[in-house]
């Protein structure tokens, strides 16, 4: 089956991304966010992370402004009907991803694949609320999409070859690399590298080494381009957390217990980059440790 076109729902950080990038490989794209004002920025952002594209010689302007054209905006779910495949990307909540594909199943075409960018949520049990579990899997991108090669191709205890098949030739046109994964707790990417940067908070929490120590060390001594805890603030505390929960109750082994230190800055409201407090402080020209 050739996918042609594309629904995303949910115009965030994510969707935006996934918007950007389909379009640019020439499929059309319909965004759909419940919040019409989500809507705008998103286009505004994707306006935006063209236009650098242009000038560091990464697309041409033609391009940008044929990319630009392919992606429509709807505040009506079902309108995502008409598309080959469509791509949940919307706020992490079960309950929300279930209700919107509810709402979406009864004017999707009957060969439609409907996937997830879910990080952590079972992708089998999204399958299974769902008409199509055959047609169903977990398309996990990276953030930030535009710029991320990689994109986890997750398949559900149900999902079929020909789904996998035409989710995977979706990823070689976008000019990334697919890695397939099965569906257990945080996929591939997360159930390693969360881990890591728990065991970071850890070794901070002891004191073995200091914010800028654990970073400098992990840099130089493993090759890292950043450190552990420069990259927890980059992908915020909270999300960090969250992952850690989603192992430690889906795998049930203490060896994913979420580190205390990290759940004491969730508490503080110290979430990384997004609130400008992390384990580095973001307020001042430089990155300060907080510890
Ligand atoms: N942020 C990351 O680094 C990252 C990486 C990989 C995957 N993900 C996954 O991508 C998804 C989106 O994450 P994000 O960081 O873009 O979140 P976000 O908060 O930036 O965006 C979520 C968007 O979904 C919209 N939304 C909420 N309910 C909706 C509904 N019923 N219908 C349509 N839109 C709705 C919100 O208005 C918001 O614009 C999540 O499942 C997350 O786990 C995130």
């Known amino acids: 089956m050739e996918i042609k076109s594309v629904g995303v729902v949910g115009a965030g950080q994510m969707g935006n991304g996934i918007a ?10 319909l965004l759909n966010d419940i919040s019409g004002e989500a809507l705008e920025k998103a286009v505004a952002t994707i306006r935006k992370n063209l236009d650098r594209q242009v000038s560091r010689e990464k697309i041409a302007a033609e391009d940008r402004d044929a990319a630009m054209a ?7 779910l079902t309108d995502l009907g008409e598309t080959d495949l469509v791509i949940e990307a919307a706020t992490e909540r079960e309950e929300v991803k279930n209700k919107i594909f509810e709402t979406l199943v009864p004017s999707l075409k009957p060969e439609t694949i409907l996937t997830s960018n879910t990080s952590s949520i079972s992708i089998t049990r999204l399958a299974s609320k769902t008409d199509r579990p055959e047609r169903f899997m977990g398309f996990h991108f990276m953030n930030p999409v535009p710029v991320m090669s990689l994109v986890e191709l997750i398949r559900g205890i149900a999902t079929d070859q020909e789904t996998y098949e035409a989710c995977l030739a979706v990823v070689d046109k976008l000019g990334k690399t697919a ?12 159930r390693i ?15 073995v080494g200091n ?3 654990i970073d400098e060390a992990m840099k130089l001594g493993a090759n890292h381009p950043m ?3 420069e990259l927890a603030d980059f992908i915020g505390l909270d999300t960090c957390l969250a992952i850690m929960n989603v192992l430690h109750d889906g795998l049930g082994d203490t060896k994913y217990r979420p580190c205390p230190l990290l759940s004491k800055y969730v508490e503080a409201g110290w979430l990384g980059r997004k609130t400008k407090r992390g384990f580095y402080d973001y307020r001042g020209d430089e990155p300060v440790p907080t510890r």
């Open 20 to 29: 950007h990038v389909m379009a640019v490989a020439g499929y059309d794209v």
């Open 70 to 76: 392919r992606i429509r905006t709807t505040e009506t």
């Open 179 to 190: 890695a397939s994964a099965e569906d257990f707790p945080a996929f591939i990417v997360n």
């Open 193 to 207: 590298l969360m881990p890591m940067i728990n065991e970071a908070c850890y070794t901070l929490l002891e004191g």
């Open 211 to 213: 914010v800028r120590s």
């Open 227 to 229: 450190g552990p805890l």
